[in-house]
Structures are given as C-alpha cells and as structure tokens.
C-alpha cells in the first residue's frame, strides 16, 4: 500500500492517521505535540523529526493543521514542502482555513504539477474515531477522484463541493449552522429546566419533533442529556470553542466580501466571543455554550 505522510495530530487527526493505519496505508506522521506523536506511533504511524522526513517518498499527503497560517507555513515558501514533493503526488488538506488560503495552496501546487484538493471534514471527533467523516472537496475531479480511496478509509461521504476552495465554503456555511443551532439548542433547553423539565425527556420529546438537530440528537450539550458527547465528561474532548470562534470569523469574513446577511450567524458569534472570553473556556468543547445560559447553584427561583 503507499506511503502516506500526515500532518497534525490532534483530536481530529490523530484518528484519522490511525484509520488510515487500519487500512493498510503506511503513515509517517508529524506533529510539533511530542505527545501527539508518541500516540500515534502506539496507533501504528512512523513518527518523524520533520515535516521533510515524513514525507519522502510519500504517494499522497494528508494535513490536519489548525489555522491558514499554520497551512501556508507548510506547503509555502522556499522551504515549504511543495518544492520537495514528486511530481503527481496528490496533497489532501483537510483543515478548515479561508477558501482565498485554499486556492493559494491549490495554485503553488499545481504549478508543481502536483494534484491538490482541499478536503475539511464534519462529523466530530466522534466520527474521526469511527471513520464516518463527512469531506467537503475542492478542486479539479480528477484530483478528487485520486484522493477518493484515502479518504474511504477516514470518512463514509465524500462530496466534491467545486473547484479550489469549495470545500472550504461548503465547510464554513456548515459550521455557521452548527453554531446556530447549538446556541439554539442550549437556549431550548435551559429554558425547559428552568421551568421544572428533565433535560432527558425534553430532548427525547424535542427529538421525536420538528425542534429535533443534529446538536440535539447527537451531540446533546446539556450535561447528563446523552452518553459519550463532551458534555458528559466536563465538556472536555472534541471541537473546541476556540476553533468554533475561528471557523465563526471566517464565516464573517467570508460574507463581507459577498455583501452576505448573516444576522443569526454574526449573534452565534457574539455569543461564543462572550463565552470563550477566558482562557479555560476557549479550551472546552464548543457545546459548553450551554453554561451561558445555565444559572448558578441558588440562582433564580420561582
């Protein structure tokens, strides 16, 4: 099976490179987390020094990278690793960057008659772990169709989106609805135990009608609502809030420049801005929003 070089190793990518693992690939992954690296190796990847040393000799490039810059950083520049890449081998990014940051990525590596695609992901770390990803793809079908197999092993839908940058759009007007309705979400259900109901039953009535989400039925933010999501583990673990506030600016941003009302999407990011105001906050799963609504121990009776 070919090589694969992997980049970022976080509770996002470290699953999938050990995904990849499972089915057959070989994986020299890299992570500036020390930490990172020492779990995948225990996951089956060959931990390297450097991004160069990972990916000699690799047929395809996966990254998982937490920002444009960090993106840029690697692929661009002199040093970057488009210049030392064969030619044809296929770059899959899959974070969550600009679409303007995609297309430049895209561009260098064409140039360099690589095939490139930018690929983010939905689904959670749930689904990380599971291989169930849902990917977003931009670019040429010909690049998609190559990464097509990859992918199968991380992911259980693939949509090619359009051209470079895309899949970027398509990733950003998800997670502008996934703000929504968490924060809409949060809001029901505070007000349901306020006034005396079981956060349980509500969601179980909410589920079964036309209030029913995806935050509701599979990532349930109220604690003690669902096993085995963020909020029955202190709200630790999967999409942080500093990622959501990063994912909300790019939406922002991305509907100034097309002259975009998104008066919901711009109040979900007024209130995940309030909430990630302390560190220790941006830290927690984006579905700690609920604590904003939540009243303290002795608060309000009625």
């Given at each position: 099976?070919?090589?694969?070089?992997?980049?970022?190793?976080?509770?996002?990518?470290?699953?999938?490179?050990?995904?990849?693992?499972?089915?057959?690939?070989?994986?020299?992954?890299?992570?500036?987390?020390?930490t990172a690296l020492v779990q995948a190796q225990?996951?089956?990847?060959?931990?390297?020094?450097?991004?160069?040393?990972?990916?000699e000799g690799a047929a395809i490039v996966v990254?998982?990278?937490?920002?444009?810059?960090?993106?840029?950083?690697?692929?661009?520049?002199?040093?970057?690793?488009?210049?030392?890449?064969?030619?044809?081998?296929?770059?899959?990014?899959?974070?969550?960057?600009?679409?303007?940051?995609?297309?430049?990525?895209?561009?260098?590596?064409?140039?360099?008659?690589?095939?490139?695609?930018?690929a983010p992901v939905s689904g959670g770390t749930?689904?990380?772990?599971?291989?169930?990803?849902?990917?977003?793809?931009?670019?040429?079908?010909?690049?998609?169709?190559?990464?097509?197999?990859?992918?199968?092993?991380?992911?259980?839908?693939?949509?090619?989106?359009?051209?470079?940058?895309?899949?970027?759009?398509?990733?950003?007007?998800?997670?502008?609805?996934?703000?929504?309705?968490?924060?809409?979400?949060?809001?029901?259900?505070?007000?349901?135990?306020?006034?005396?109901?079981?956060?349980?039953?509500?969601?179980?009535?909410?589920?079964?009608?036309?209030?029913?989400?995806?935050?509701?039925?599979?990532?349930?933010?109220?604690?003690?609502?669902?096993?085995?999501?963020?909020?029955?583990?202190?709200?630790?673990?999967?999409?942080?809030?500093?990622?959501?506030?990063?994912?909300?600016?790019?939406?922002?941003?991305?509907?100034?420049?097309?002259?975009?009302?998104?008066?919901?999407?711009?109040?979900?990011?007024?209130?995940?801005?309030?909430?990630?105001?302390?560190?220790?906050?941006?830290?927690?799963?984006?579905?700690?929003?609920?604590?904003?609504?939540?009243?303290?121990?002795?608060?309000?009776?009625?």
């Amino acid at each position: 099976m070919e090589k694969i070089a992997f980049f970022g190793l976080g509770n996002m990518g470290g699953p999938m490179a050990a995904n990849l693992v499972k089915a057959g690939y070989s994986v020299a992954a890299f992570d500036l987390n020390p930490t990172a690296l020492v779990q995948a190796q225990k996951d089956g990847c060959t931990p390297c020094e450097s991004p160069l040393q990972a990916a000699e000799g690799a047929a395809i490039v996966v990254s998982m990278l937490p920002s444009g810059a960090a993106v840029k950083s690697l692929y661009l520049g002199e040093e970057g690793l488009l210049n030392h890449l064969a030619e044809n081998t296929l770059v899959i990014d899959c974070s969550t960057i600009s679409a303007e940051d995609a297309r430049l990525v895209n561009e260098a590596a064409s140039e360099r008659g690589l095939l490139a695609i930018d690929a983010p992901v939905s689904g959670g770390t749930a689904a990380a772990q599971a291989g169930s990803l849902c990917f977003m793809c931009g670019g040429e079908e010909a690049a998609v169709d190559a990464a097509r197999e990859p992918l199968q092993a991380m992911g259980a839908k693939i949509f090619h989106a359009g051209s470079a940058g895309a899949g970027q759009v398509a990733k950003i007007c998800n997670n502008l609805l996934l703000a929504i309705h968490m924060t809409g979400t949060a809001e029901a259900l505070q007000l349901g135990v306020d006034k005396g109901l079981d956060p349980k039953v509500l969601s179980e009535i909410m589920m079964q009608s036309s209030g029913n989400n995806w935050s509701l039925s599979n990532y349930n933010p109220y604690p003690g609502a669902m096993e085995n999501v963020p909020a029955a583990n202190g709200y630790s673990g999967g999409f942080t809030v500093a990622l959501m506030l990063k994912d909300l600016g790019l939406a922002m941003d991305a509907a100034a420049t097309s002259a975009s009302s998104t008066p919901m999407g711009a109040l979900a990011k007024n209130l995940y801005q309030l909430h990630g105001a302390s560190d220790e906050n941006q830290k927690l799963d984006f579905s700690s929003i609920q604590n904003m609504f939540r009243r303290p121990a002795g608060g309000l009776t009625w």
